[in-house]
């Protein structure tokens, strides 16, 4: 049986090795037994295959005549390449010797190894018994495709070879071609977790799962591709969602695989365990991250049924997408029931800066008046007033501010609107809108909705923020108890008489017009930064709305002037010496109204639940929130300790982990803090500013390698430096603005100069010698 291995693979040494190097190659490679779940039977024929290689290199002779076949077929295969690429690519299209989507690999088993192997592939010729210990052999030099290309045609439908006992006891030798497989099934997952293919990745996760879940073996096992499929759900959710519109079935596959994830976590907020890793916080940044991949209406699906668990968080970002979504399709109503969200969450958080945009946007324009009065929002606030001076409101501001903050912070957030232009005069002037807003009740009869809440303090309260702005903690677990938990809120009254005969809003040059003509400023934030200015002014008290429109304060004033009022009215036609005694009890029950009615705004502000404050959500690839777990590594070798020499596993581990850190640092997601992990100067200052300016330029490479350790020396005059030679085969596909402007692959010898430092073996340089 001919596999396509050679001797110098099988020990991992060049071709330049010497005796010594053999004899110790041979030393380390039998003493590093494969994983504890393999049988005697595969680790006695993969040390049959170590000892023969030893054997055959050993002897001087029979060395010579090996190397020369073994370069003759080299030379062929190299001079050849390119047509032999031609002849595969003739052929592929009948060839069914590839990873399906569902794993399997379908190729009749009589194909798998009788048919003759690549003439120009070096290749060795074994007893039918040592197949399982190749296969393990090739699982360990990471030829993962090449693993389950030999070995899954004798698991498909029941293999005759196995069961006639070709390679062995049955009972041992399938489990371990199971088991080989499905570990080059898990490694290719990770290996390409690593190159950034999700879906590929999960792929062949699942395929290896499903392998071992028909055979019933190896549960540990099973288990750690259970483990990186759950931790790989949230990229992958973001693969799908990030394909364009017209792969449906795919994007809806992310969306099913989403909900799962808040299904098992119990929302948004919830602290359920998805097995994801993701933390509240770094979950709601994966949310926030994969909005921009979602349109409008898929959000107000999603945030919706969630907001039902219920769900602050959910709540508002509902808010957030009946906004946008009612504003670009001219349909009022979805702000309305906008504004009836924000009633949920005004009893616990400051939200009247977005009732404002609310109300403007149905035409209620006293009450838009009103919720800014009662906003806490110090720098939209100043916004707003600064460009409202020529004005005796706050209109002509708050327009402005509404249409900026549309456009700049909240349409981008929506797939299908962030190319969207916000133009409140074409808003206002569509007759759908018009005939809804002269259907809408007054101000007066949608007033006594809302909740008042007062800042603590002078504080303003935090604020749940989609976007660029700052996320919620997430709310109180179930059962918790709060100040809110026991009181019930009762609406504030508003005073019918003045607000009974607001007009609806309409455009106006002093309102939509001057929202046209002003330069506002970028705004990093989900509400714009307000421009400095040495002579902002406060509007007169003219501009500032009736009294009943500032909430606790404002009834306290209209109380205080009404009962005033009333004594004036009596004082005229009394005694002065009941005069007196009047205006004596008169002041000591104002005060003692005064008193209570004080303690009472201070208790509805008590009991104004606990705030949603939190930090920015700003979400990126750039910065993944969940570990990558590295490949499983054989046991580490005792020469790998901090003090003494490097051993061949520990460099190719360390030069494996510099290969991975290129690919991290150039690729597109820029990962330029995994250079220095691996580096030290002066390559780390070198790849760094490298890294940089192609992050800069919006360039990226996609890289594959293969690696393979050649030789290690370690510096007889210095034991923490050593200098390792490997072969390595980079294969780079270079884009620039994701348009693919060139490829390359190249299989290069090249020598790494290590240094350790601190215990840790990094690599200072490096020259390619051919």
């Not at 950034?196 to 999960?202: I, K, L, S």
Request: with cysteine.
């Amino acid at each position: 049986m001919l596999i396509p291995l050679d001797y110098y693979r099988i020990l991992g040494l060049p071709i330049q090795a010497t005796a010594e190097q053999l004899q110790q190659a041979h030393r380390d490679r039998t003493l590093q037994l494969p994983r504890r779940e393999y049988s005697e039977v595969a680790i006695v024929a993969r040390k049959q295959l170590l000892d023969e290689a030893c054997a055959v290199l050993s002897d001087s002779d029979g060395r010579k005549a090996y190397d020369a076949s073994f370069l003759a077929k080299t030379y062929d295969r190299e001079s050849e390449a390119a047509i032999a690429a031609k002849q595969r690519l003739k052929t592929s299209a009948g060839q069914t010797t590839v990873l399906q989507e569902a794993g399997e690999i379908v190729p009749a088993e009589s194909k798998a190894l009788d048919a003759a192997p690549d003439p120009h592939t070096p290749s060795i010729e074994i007893d039918d018994n040592q197949f399982v210990g190749a296969l393990l052999v090739l699982q360990e030099l990471g030829e993962y495709e090449l693993v389950q290309k030999l070995g899954r045609p004798y698991l498909n439908n029941g293999s005759i070879a196995i069961g006639e006992g070709r390679f062995g006891d049955p009972q041992l030798v399938r489990p371990d071609i199971v088991l080989t497989v499905s570990l080059a099934c898990l490694e290719l997952g990770r290996e390409q977790w690593q190159q950034g293919q999700y879906q590929n990745a999960a792929k062949s996760l699942e395929a290896g799962q499903e392998l071992l879940l028909r055979e019933s073996l190896f549960s540990s096992v099973r288990g750690e591709m259970q483990a990186d499929i759950y931790k790989l759900r949230p990229y992958n959710i973001l693969e799908l969602l990030s394909l364009p519109e017209e792969k449906v079935a795919s994007r809806r596959q992310g969306l099913e695989i989403l909900r799962e994830m808040l299904e098992e976590r119990g929302g948004i907020d919830g602290s359920g365990d998805d097995r994801s890793g993701l933390g509240i916080e770094d979950f709601l940044r994966f949310v926030q991250q994969l909005r921009k991949h979602l349109t409008s209406s898929e959000q107000q699906t999603l945030f919706e049924a969630e907001a039902g668990r219920p769900s602050a968080v959910a709540t508002y970002l509902s808010v957030y997408t009946l906004l946008a979504q009612g504003f670009a399709t001219r349909a009022p109503a979805m702000i309305r029931r906008a504004k009836l969200m924000l009633m949920q969450l005004g009893r616990r958080q400051d939200v009247h800066l977005e009732k404002a945009v609310c109300s403007l946007l149905l035409g209620q324009t006293e009450e838009a008046s009103r919720a800014l009065e009662l906003s806490s929002e110090k720098e939209p606030l100043a916004f707003i007033r600064e460009h409202s001076q020529d004005s005796p409101d706050l209109l002509p501001g708050l327009c402005l501010y509404a249409e900026h903050w549309l456009q700049e912070e909240v349409f981008p957030h929506f797939r299908d609107l962030a190319s969207e232009s916000v133009s409140l005069k074409d808003y206002f002037a569509d007759p759908k809108v018009q005939a809804y807003l002269e259907a809408l009740p007054s101000d007066a009869e949608t007033a006594n909705e809302w909740v008042v809440v007062q800042p603590r303090s002078g504080k303003p309260q935090g604020r749940l923020q989609p976007a660029g702005d700052r996320p919620p903690a997430p709310p109180q677990p179930p059962g918790a108890k709060h100040g809110a938990s026991s009181v019930t809120l009762t609406p504030v009254p508003a005073d019918t008489s003045t607000a009974a005969g607001s007009p609806k809003y309409q455009p106006s040059a002093a309102g939509i017009g001057a929202a046209g003509a002003v330069s506002l400023p970028t705004a990093t934030a989900a509400r714009p930064t307000p421009p400095t200015s040495k002579n902002r002014r406060r509007p007169s008290s003219s501009g500032r709305g009736t009294g009943t429109g500032q909430g606790v304060a404002g009834e306290l004033g209209d109380l205080w002037r009404t009962k005033a009022a009333q004594v004036s009215a009596q004082v005229k036609s009394m005694p002065p010496n009941k005069l007196a005694l009047l205006i004596a009890a008169g002041v000591l029950s104002l005060l003692l109204l005064w008193l209570i009615l004080s303690l009472l705004a201070s208790a509805l502000q008590a009991i104004s639940g606990p705030s949603l404050r939190g930090e920015q959500a700003s979400v990126s690839l750039e910065a993944l929130p969940v570990e990558i777990p590295a490949p499983t590594a054989a046991a580490p070798e005792p020469s790998a300790s901090v003090s003494g020499p490097i051993a061949e596993q520990a460099a190719g581990q360390i030069i494996q982990g510099w290969l991975s850190a290129k690919a991290a640092a150039l690729g597109p997601n820029h990962a330029i803090e995994e250079l220095k992990p691996v580096l030290t100067e002066p390559a780390l200052s070198r790849w760094q500013l490298m890294a940089e300016a192609q992050q800069k330029n919006n360039a990226y490479q996609r890289y594959v390698h293969k690696l393979e350790v050649k030789g290690v020396t370690t510096n007889p005059t210095n034991p923490d430096r050593a200098q390792v030679e490997a072969q390595v085969a980079e294969k780079a596909d270079v884009f620039d603005r994701d348009q693919l402007v060139s490829s390359r692959n190249e299989n290069l010898r090249v020598r790494y100069d290590l240094i350790r430092q601190d215990g840790q073996w990094r690599i200072m340089d490096w020259q390619v010698m051919r």
